[in-house]
Nanobody
């Protein structure tokens, strides 16, 4: 069993910052990739950022403003963060944590709402 718990969403003014967190617990062996996606109303879910052993990737729309990081220091819980700076109204979306396991496939968090007011 794997559980993903997201937190950190909310309402912020344009130019502000938020940090999203995703705690992965349960069978955390063989995590390969961790990342964040988002889905705005009426739009398809899109990749925001990923982090692997080889490095990080960012969508062009968030490059230079968002930072993804991970914390594997605890044995039973993996953490992945998304620090979001200089937020824009177009960043408004539901943000989803995504974890890929080499043995058991892909898991998604429940989503956390981020709303940026102009």
């Amino acid at each position: 069993q794997v559980q993903l718990a997201e937190s950190g969403g909310g309402l912020v003014q344009a130019g502000g910052s938020l940090t999203l967190s995703c705690a992965v617990s349960g069978d955390t062996i063989c995590i390969s990739d961790m990342g964040w996606y988002r889905q705005a109303p009426g739009k398809e879910r899109e990749l925001v950022a990923t982090i692997t052993s080889g490095g990080t990737y960012y969508a062009d729309s968030v490059k230079g403003r968002f930072t993804i990081s991970r914390d594997n220091s605890k044995n039973t819980v993996y953490l992945v963060y998304l620090r979001m700076n200089s937020l824009k109204p177009e960043d408004t979306a539901v943000y989803y944590c995504n974890v890929q396991f080499s043995a058991i496939g892909t898991y998604w968090g429940q989503g956390t709402q981020v709303t940026v007011s102009s």
